[in-house]
Nanobody
């Protein structure tokens, strides 16, 4: 299983970014995919999830500002982030569980300046 996350960067408070995650070597359409983030000195936390049936779930901290969606034709998952806040600064990881094992992308850094 391979996951490649990209699209992070530096953005001002109130700005937007779209993160992308390319997933390969699994039957993509069968899997739920998540985005997590980890800020310096903090534990990794779940940000958003999308199921194989396109149901979505969000952390309270990002509800209404972030949107997760998937493109089953391209084996891609996206995290559209809007109205970004300095507290959104973190490394963002895409994640999948395959055969009871956790697989992570390499992380993409998001920095939100105030």
């Amino acid at each position: 299983v391979q996951l490649q996350a990209f699209g992070g960067g530096l953005v001002q408070s109130g700005g937007s970014l779209r993160l992308s995650c390319a997933v390969s070597r699994i039957m993509f359409t069968h899997y739920d995919i998540d985005w997590y983030r980890q800020a310096p000195g903090r534990q990794r936390e779940l940000v958003a999830s999308i199921t194989s049936s396109f149901n979505t779930n969000y952390a309270d901290a990002v509800q209404g500002r972030f949107q997760i969606f998937r493109d089953n034709a391209q084996d891609m998952v996206y995290l559209q982030m809007s109205n970004l806040k300095p507290e959104d600064t973190a490394d963002y990881y895409c994640h999948v569980i395959h055969r009871a094992q956790h697989f992570w992308g390499q992380g993409t850094q998001v920095t939100v300046s105030s």
